[in-house]
């Protein structure tokens, strides 16, 4: 029985932080107002018939602070990587030289700044619900261990250390959450 509980408690911890994984992924793909290469990480380029990462495909770099560069490894796919770009509804509008794409990532206006701060705060409540899930379920199997015959007390210090693992999860989404928000907020 011990063993079984030592399961249930690492396959809860190890369910809680890929919620956590998952949270800060999510984050990473709203913006802040600064140009970030991830960005893009969702535009997939039409390579010779294969929808390919752009990454894969070219380089991605912030020459400054409002600014994407695309720099391609074969010119000819500049126009399917501006097509991507566009098609990828991210708001962007690619400008292109031949050589490279640029992209000008327009400065936030208040009420921008605000809706993404919603979303970030939307985005750590379904990770925690992943989280208090994670719990649950957990919780079910020690209640189902403890009909099969298992010591309540051995029961009971396995919920205690569940809501722990529980508490400093949620506790890092908060943190992930609170940093995004000030990033987001930070003029």
Do not use: C
């Not at 919920?159 to 959450?177: F, M, P, Y």
């Amino acid at each position: 029985m011990e063993e079984e509980i030592e399961m249930f408690l690492e396959e809860a911890e190890e369910l809680m932080k890929k919620a956590i994984q998952h949270t800060g992924a999510e984050l990473v793909k709203i913006r802040a107002g600064k140009a970030m290469p991830s960005m893009l990480d969702s535009v997939q380029v039409d390579y010779y018939g294969a929808m390919t990462p752009l990454s894969q495909v070219a380089s991605v770099t912030t020459p400054d602070a409002r600014t994407l560069m695309v720099k391609p490894w074969e010119k000819k796919l500049i126009p399917d990587i501006e097509k991507a770009i566009i098609n990828g509804n991210l708001g962007f509008n690619p400008q292109n030289d031949g050589e490279v794409i640029r992209i000008n990532i327009p400065a936030l206006t208040e009420e921008r700044r605000i809706q993404l701060v919603k979303q970030v705060k939307a985005e750590g409540e379904h990770g925690k619900v992943s989280i208090r899930n994670a719990r649950k379920d957990t919780n079910d199997s020690l209640k189902k261990l403890l009909k099969e015959g298992a010591s309540e007390d051995a029961i009971k210090t396995a919920e205690d250390e569940v809501q722990k693992i529980t508490d400093s999860n949620v506790q890092a989404i908060d943190e992930l959450v609170s940093k995004k928000e000030a990033d987001i907020m930070h003029i």
